[in-house]
């Protein structure tokens, strides 16, 4: 899976470079995160723009992330979801869980 | 039963990277599909989850006793339906014993059969001679 990761005031931004999160690739989201939150970058938002497909095993994936980054007192919210990437949070509840930001300006203003 | 308006089978090797593969055509059976008036762009990423899960759960079933298995995907449309069935040979599980995910107490999986459910029509996991089939039906 291609991420891409930059420091940015104080938050890890994880840019995911693909199309398309499934059973194929998750897994490879789940330990990157989990390799952050380990080494103590445990604020962390994942910007989705370039995706436009997640299924169930994505979803799981990042809410791995973020109970991982909870237990260290650190947070992952979301940016940058399509519209159908939304709706997939909408219909697990999972838009209560996350905070997910329209832009990374957005979530800079009110993560920082 | 109506005369079906188009009929693909496929069989791939019990591997996630075919996932995409058999995603896509579920997006441009959709996006070619005749005479359907709904939001043709939901549906197209509803049957390419449909498929991608039911994929996937067919192909961890197989993984798990015969790791060299094959995974059978048909998708037959119809005037007015749209039918996928995913072939297994694992061991087999009981759809209804199959809970909800809690929407409060979220977990990291247990969603593929409730996307399924919940964006098709009618789900069903039946045993027949030498595999599993699990088959949704999607009115159009």
Redesign the interface.
Known sequence: MKLNLERKNGFNIIFVQEERIDAHNSGELKEYILHLVEHGDVNIVVQLENVRFIDSSGLGALLSGYKNAAAKSGKLALACCKQQVLSMFELTRLNRVFEIYTDLNEAFENET | MCNPVLQIDVIIPTQ??Y??LI?NIGEHIAKDLDNFSGDR??LA?HL??VL??AT?NA?KHATLTTPKDTVRVTIQTQENALIIKVYDHGQGFDLETVPL?D?DQ???????L??IR?LMDSVTYTKQDDCNVLEIIKYL
């Open positions: 996630t990277k996932l995409d995603g762009e939901a990423y390419n989850l991608t899960e996937t192909i995910p929407f979220p977990k990291e999986n247990g969603m593929g409730y996307f919940t």
